[in-house]
């Protein structure tokens, strides 16, 4: 069965960086995107962007361009976010998703399989 | 940015009830909106895509309706697992969430 499995809770300092993996099972790993998407506490959700696992084609939302960098390494069919330069409204949990592909289309920003969350807190 | 604004934030309904959760886009995003679930402490799921989508394996009791800024997420007969926060999500102009409706117990 497809999973996406996300790596541990994190507490980092302000100006630090962190870097979160997503390691992705039961599927073709190049065949579909992956975003990554945070949730600060008790607030909405927020896109942070996405990277083709196919080629490392990437799009970044213009808020956090600079300070993101999303990679995958196909050999082991993980995904990475690396947040920079971290500021304490950062504090959020992070989850990276995988594009939903119907037989004939893939869908952008719809995502049919999540991973299971990484908190992130950021605090001196 | 396009900005998502749903309504209400939030809503008090019994079982049994329907239910409709309004996603208004500041302009036209055709028909690349989904909808979202999400239970405290759990990521989200995907219900509705491209507007009226039943996304595999979600029950029939929900529906979505629109195009261009004004979209609609109907639940037909509410279930008590159906309580929890819905999100609309546009993905015409870049990605961005509305700010979410908490469907709870009354």
């Known amino acids: 069965q497809v999973q996406l499995v996300q790596s541990g809770a994190e507490v980092k300092k302000p100006g630090a960086s962190v870097k979160v993996s997503c390691k992705a099972s039961g599927y073709t790993f190049t065949s579909y995107g992956i975003s990554w998407v945070r949730q600060a506490p008790g607030q909405g959700l927020e896109w942070m962007g996405w990277i083709s696992a196919y080629n490392g084609n990437t799009n970044y939302a213009q808020k956090l361009q600079g300070r993101v960098t999303m990679t995958t390494d196909t050999s082991t069919s993980t995904a990475y976010m690396e947040l920079r330069s971290l500021r304490s409204d950062d504090t959020a949990v992070y989850y990276c998703?995988?594009?939903?592909?119907?037989?004939?289309?893939?869908?952008?920003?719809?995502?049919?399989?999540w991973g299971q969350g990484t908190l992130v807190t950021v605090s001196s | 940015d396009i900005q998502m604004t749903q309504s209400p934030s939030s809503l008090s309904a019994s079982v049994g009830d329907r239910v409709t959760i309004t996603c208004r886009a500041s302009?036209?995003?055709?028909?690349?909106l989904n909808w979202y679930q999400q239970k405290p402490g759990k990521a989200p799921k995907l219900l509705i895509y491209?507007?009226?989508s039943l996304q595999s394996g979600v029950p029939s009791r929900f529906s979505g309706s629109g195009s261009g800024t004004d979209f609609t997420l109907t639940i037909s007969s509410l279930q008590p697992e159906d309580f929890a926060t819905y999100y609309c999500?546009?993905?015409?102009?870049?990605?961005?969430f509305g700010q979410g409706t908490r469907l709870e117990i009354k």
């Open positions: 998703a995988r594009r939903y592909c119907s037989s004939t289309s893939c869908y952008k920003g719809s995502w049919d399989y």
């Open positions: 491209a507007a009226s």
């Open positions: 999500q546009q993905s015409y102009i870049s990605i961005t």
């Open positions: 302009q036209s995003i055709s028909s690349y």
